[in-house]
């Protein structure tokens, strides 16, 4: 009944306030950081991390498998760290892997045509190298919370490797950190389809009993994230670890028969893709900057490479040697963006759901619902679930972390209230607020983290190459314990 009554006001605070004003300087203010400047940043960014590692992180992706499987863990040795290789990839897989490779792709494609498709997949390949930078500088430059426990992260980078006038820098990502990492995307979406899947068909809801179901939602999915983030990193990363892998094979199975009945009509939408994306006819209007924006803008939100959040699940690995968690972090876009966000793509392409009037999360269970009739929705469903459940589990620990680093981390369990309280909000309010927000808060978080990993580049190369020479030398040894 607490709980109830609290939701209930700060509902009704949110009613009182001008709603629209909120919403459209929030979209001003977004539409002004995802300028030219922030997508030259990423990219550019991105291409220079490419080059300037001279492509040999590239070599040496079997490498990073071995080190997921625990090849390369030394039971005997002493290590700086809370989690294994695998689940600090698990951990920031579970937070790219959400709802963004559902919901995500469905509105970069309404809003920027099949295009944006192609220019995710840029973001993807750059972002490659990005995160092999940025996670090895989070293992490089880990530093002391006020407890004294070693604590990874671009706020962490910041302090630890850049002189006292970038501090500010460390401040700004954490402010738009605790807020970018938010549950209201995925709690938003996750109501929408059980409420047109399970509760109330599109149409046919009134806005009452829309609001009751959307408020009874929220408050349980609160619940049930609160009962994981209380044991804070090292549980969150175990339910992670569990269920990430199991829903991605899952996802695999029903896209891939899905795709399988229209095989004939994938080719013809890789070619729509690459042909949109530099004349955004489909939908843009012919404006290519729209096309690369919305492709930059929804790519950033899937794989988060440049963010940095991706960083603060790599910083809590248990090793001393920067170069390895680069490695394993460089996979990330990969799975997510490059194999994961296509294969949504392809389905709502090959379905032609696209060209119709849904959005967001609708779109893509109509895609499903098209090929496997009676229980195509009811399969997304049971992905949404888990998908959104590993998100949010997610992103409390990247909030957290960004709120003891500004605040000390005896505050962090106010953050955990809030975010809990946030859940039950974010499954009542509009997702053009909601999308605008959270985009807001990635273009904020992606500057100071670009910054800084560009001006300590060079630390990360020479501590790459003699990592690999080590490597190639034979100096390290194999061990048969697999741990996760």
Same mark, same amino acid.
């Given at each position: 009944?607490?709980?109830?009554?609290?939701?209930?006001?700060?509902?009704?605070?949110?009613?009182?306030?001008?709603?629209?004003?909120?919403?459209?300087?929030?979209?001003?203010?977004?539409?002004?950081?995802?300028?030219?400047?922030?997508?030259?940043?990423?990219?550019?960014?991105?291409?220079?991390?490419?080059?300037?590692?001279?492509?040999?992180?590239?070599?040496?992706?079997?490498?990073?498998?071995?080190?997921?499987?625990?090849?390369?863990?030394n039971p005997a040795e002493d290590v700086a760290g809370?989690?294994?290789?695998?689940?600090?990839?698990?951990?920031?897989?579970?937070?790219?892997?959400?709802?963004?490779?559902?919901? @995500?792709?469905?509105?970069?494609?309404?809003?920027?045509?099949?295009?944006?498709?192609?220019?995710?997949?840029?973001?993807?390949?750059?972002?490659?190298?990005?995160?092999?930078?940025?996670?090895?500088?989070?293992?490089?430059?880990?530093?002391?919370?006020?407890?004294?426990?070693?604590?990874?992260?671009?706020?962490?980078?910041?302090?630890?490797?850049?002189?006292?006038?970038?501090?500010?820098?460390?401040?700004?990502?954490?402010?738009?950190?605790?807020?970018?990492?938010?549950?209201?995307?995925?709690?938003?979406?996750?109501?929408?389809?059980?409420?047109?899947?399970?509760?109330?068909?599109?149409?046919?809801?009134?806005?009452?009993?829309?609001?009751?179901?959307?408020?009874?939602?929220?408050?349980?999915?609160?619940?049930?994230?609160?009962?994981?983030?209380?044991?804070?990193?090292?549980?969150?990363?175990?339910? !992670?670890?569990?269920?990430?892998?199991?829903?991605?094979?899952?996802?695999?199975?029903?896209? @891939?028969?899905?795709?399988?009945?229209?095989?004939?009509?994938?080719?013809?939408?890789?070619?729509?893709?690459?042909?949109?994306?530099?004349?955004?006819?489909?939908?843009?209007?012919?404006?290519?900057?729209?096309?690369?924006?919305?492709?930059?803008?929804?790519?950033?939100?899937?794989?988060?490479?440049?963010?940095?959040?991706?960083?603060?699940?790599?910083?809590?690995?248990?090793?001393?040697?920067?170069?390895?968690?680069?490695?394993?972090?460089?996979?990330?876009?990969?799975?997510?963006?490059?194999?994961?966000?296509?294969?949504?793509?392809?389905?709502?392409?090959?379905?032609?759901?696209?060209?119709?009037?849904?959005?967001?999360?609708?779109?893509?269970?109509?895609?499903?619902?098209?090929?496997?009739?009676?229980?195509?929705?009811?399969?997304?469903?049971?992905?949404?679930?888990?998908?959104?459940?590993?998100?949010?589990?997610?992103?409390?620990?990247?909030?957290?972390?960004?709120?003891?680093?500004?605040?000390?981390?005896?505050?962090?369990?106010?953050?955990?209230?809030?975010?809990?309280?946030?859940?039950?909000?974010? !499954?009542?309010v509009s997702l053009d607020l909601v999308i605008n927000?959270?985009?807001?808060?990635?273009?904020?978080?992606?500057?100071?983290?670009?910054?800084?990993?560009?001006?300590?580049?060079?630390?990360?190369?020479?501590?790459?190459?003699?990592?690999?020479?080590?490597?190639?030398?034979?100096?390290?040894?194999?061990?048969?314990?697999?741990?996760k």
């Open positions: 009944m607490i709980v109830i009554s609290v939701v209930n006001l700060l509902i009704g605070v949110l009613h009182n306030f001008p709603m629209n004003q909120i919403e459209a300087a929030i979209a001003a203010y977004t539409s002004f950081m995802w300028g030219l400047p922030l997508v030259i940043l990423l990219v550019g960014g991105g291409l220079f991390f490419t080059f300037h590692s001279g492509l040999k992180h590239f070599r040496y992706f079997g490498h990073s498998v071995a080190l997921l499987k625990g090849k390369y863990n809370e989690i294994s290789h695998y689940s600090a990839l698990a951990t920031a897989l579970a937070g790219t892997m959400g709802l963004g490779n559902i919901t @995500g792709v469905a509105i970069a494609i309404t809003v920027g045509g099949p295009g944006a498709v192609f220019w995710m997949w840029v973001t993807a390949i750059v972002g490659v190298s990005t995160k092999f930078y940025t996670a090895s500088l989070a293992i490089m430059y880990r530093g002391l919370d006020d407890t004294g426990k070693l604590q990874g992260g671009p706020m962490y980078v910041i302090r630890e490797g850049l002189d006292r006038k970038w501090m500010p820098l460390a401040w700004m990502f954490c402010i738009a950190g605790m807020v970018g990492v938010l549950p209201i995307f995925q709690i938003n979406q996750l109501v929408q389809i059980l409420r047109e899947v399970v509760a109330i068909p599109a149409g046919m809801a009134t806005a009452e009993s829309h609001f009751n179901f959307d408020l009874a939602v929220g408050i349980i999915v609160a619940l049930i994230i609160c009962s994981v983030v209380v044991g804070k990193v090292k549980r969150v990363s175990v339910v !992670a670890g569990k269920l990430v892998p199991i829903m991605v094979l899952f996802y695999f199975l029903i896209t @891939g028969a899905l795709l399988l009945t229209h095989l004939t009509e994938i080719p013809a939408m890789f070619v729509l893709i690459f042909t949109d994306a530099f004349s955004g006819e489909a939908v843009s209007g012919g404006v290519i900057g729209a096309v690369i924006l919305i492709g930059v803008q929804r790519g950033a939100f899937s794989n988060e490479a440049g963010i940095g959040t991706e960083s603060l699940a790599h910083g809590a690995a248990r090793t001393n040697e920067p170069t390895r968690e680069g490695l394993v972090a460089m996979i990330g876009p990969i799975a997510d963006t490059l194999v994961v966000c296509t294969f949504t793509a392809m389905a709502l392409l090959v379905t032609g759901v696209w060209q119709g009037d849904a959005t967001g999360i609708t779109m893509t269970t109509q895609a499903y619902e098209q090929v496997f009739p009676g229980f195509g929705a009811y399969l997304l469903l049971i992905m949404a679930i888990v998908l959104s459940t590993t998100t949010m589990l997610t992103y409390w620990y990247y909030g957290s972390k960004c709120m003891g680093f500004l605040f000390g981390t005896a505050r962090e369990k106010y953050y955990m209230w809030a975010y809990i309280l946030l859940i039950t909000v974010g !499954a009542v927000l959270l985009d807001g808060m990635y273009a904020t978080m992606a500057i100071p983290t670009m910054i800084s990993s560009l001006l300590l580049a060079p630390k990360v190369k020479k501590v790459a190459t003699d990592y690999f020479s080590r490597l190639d030398a034979g100096e390290f040894d194999i061990f048969e314990n697999e741990s």
